[in-house]
Structures are given as structure tokens and as C-alpha cells.
């Protein structure tokens, strides 16, 4: 498959460990974001949201945490699989503004 | 329903030639998005639609673009007089409106402009 990605910055997790991928956003007035994965020829998936009254959301394996004071988001992805390599992006979205606003994206490869 | 479906998976076409993408929405789903992708970045937003009526375009669509969704289901980009800088992945996503922001994406064309 094609790459989506070529100068993306990367992070390489063992199988079945943690990983962490962050995010910064410049709008303090978006109030919701996404997290997507886009794997090699696709488009993005959606894995998890979270909207600005929240701090903190969890979902099957994975954990989205906002830090509105320094405009800040992470995913938290558990016990990595080798079906979790692909390009992660955040996106956020403004109240009353239909577009999603995409972040660079990391790649992240599982070493097995 | 097997999710946003887009024709066709990828083009290669002449500088100056006019290209059309198709973009079927997942059936109930009454908003779609047109998104575009090149290497390296995440996709940028260039317009959408609520049923039949488009309500925003970037100005990153530029005159030699246009956009339609004439009976408020499929939808079609068109790139009349295309440039090297076309060259990118068009995406389209959909969703249903008030009930999710996080819309379903297909999976792209690819464009290539020699």
C-alpha cells in the first residue's frame, strides 16, 4: 500500500506495550475533538472523541485525555497490536463550524 | 450499508485534462464532506453539503473546482483544467446531522496529475 505519509514524526512502541501520542490544537475555541487512524490506501477511522466539557474518555483499549489550560490532547492506546500500526491524527472542531480542522499526524509502528 | 464509497480509487491524468470524482454517502447520512489529503499532512477541509445545498467552501477551492450533490445523495467533485498541484488524495466523508461530528470517511481518490 502507499504511504500517507512520508516526514511524519514517528514513534515506535513494543508489541504490548503502551503507547502515548500527543497532540497540540491553537484554537481555544473549538470544543470538540476526534482522534483518527489512517492506515496505509485508506481513509481515516474514527476511533474516539471528546468534547471540551470533558477531561478525560475512555474507549475499548484506548484513552483520549484533554488539557484545555495548555490546549493539549493525547491518545492513549493499551497492550499495542501489530494491527495498531498506521498515521494518528487529532482534529478538532469548532462549536457552529462544520469542518474538522486536521493536526500533522504520527505514525506509529509496532515493533513485535 | 458498506460505508462511504468513492469511484474511483485512482486517477492519473494529463495536466489541463478535467477530472470527475464520485462520492456515494452512507444512505441516511444527510451531510458530506469533501476533504483533500496530500503527503505528509492531514486531510484539509473543502466543502460540504446538507442534502442538495452546499453550505461552505474553503477558499482553498479555487474557480477550477466545483462541487455537486443534485439530489441530495451522491455527490461529485470536478477539477476542470487540472495543475501538478492537484495531485492529492480526495476525500470524502458523511455524516448524520446533530448526531455525530466524528463522520465516516471513505476511503479516497488518488489523483495524479503528469
Known amino acids: 500500500g502507499e504511504s500517507v505519509g512520508l516526514h511524519l514524526p514517528t514513534l515506535s512502541v513494543q508489541e504490548g506495550d503502551n503507547s502515548i501520542i500527543n497532540c497540540a490544537y491553537s484554537?481555544?475555541?473549538?470544543?470538540?475533538f476526534i482522534w483518527y487512524k489512517q492506515e496505509s490506501g485508506k481513509g481515516p477511522q474514527f476511533i474516539i472523541d471528546i468534547r471540551s466539557n470533558m477531561d478525560k474518555r475512555q474507549g475499548q483499549r484506548v484513552t483520549v485525555l484533554l488539557n484545555k489550560t495548555v490546549k493539549h490532547l493525547s491518545l492513549q492506546i493499551a497492550a499495542t497490536q501489530p494491527g495498531d500500526s498506521a498515521v494518528y491524527f487529532c482534529a478538532e472542531n469548532r462549536g457552529g463550524d462544520e469542518k474538522l480542522t486536521f493536526g500533522t499526524g504520527t505514525r506509529l509502528t509496532i515493533i513485535p | 450499508d458498506t460505508g462511504v464509497s468513492q469511484d474511483p480509487r485512482h486517477k492519473i491524468t494529463k495536466r489541463g485534462q478535467n477530472v470527475t470524482f464520485r462520492c456515494d454517502p452512507i444512505s441516511e447520512h444527510n451531510r458530506l464532506y469533501w476533504y483533500r489529503q496530500t503527503l505528509g499532512q492531514g486531510p484539509e477541509f473543502l466543502t460540504y453539503?446538507?442534502?442538495?445545498?452546499?453550505?461552505?467552501k474553503s477558499r482553498l477551492l479555487s474557480d477550477r473546482f466545483s462541487a455537486e450533490r443534485p439530489k441530495g445523495s451522491f455527490s461529485t467533485l470536478e477539477i476542470q483544467r487540472t495543475e501538478q498541484g492537484d495531485s492529492a488524495m480526495y476525500l470524502c466523508?458523511?455524516?448524520?446531522?446533530?448526531?455525530?461530528?466524528?463522520?465516516?470517511f471513505g476511503s479516497g481518490t488518488r489523483l495524479t496529475v503528469v
Open positions: 484554537n481555544s475555541a473549538s470544543d470538540y
Open positions: 453539503f446538507q442534502n442538495e445545498a452546499q453550505l461552505e
Open positions: 466523508a458523511s455524516s448524520k446531522y446533530r448526531e455525530n461530528y466524528g463522520y465516516t
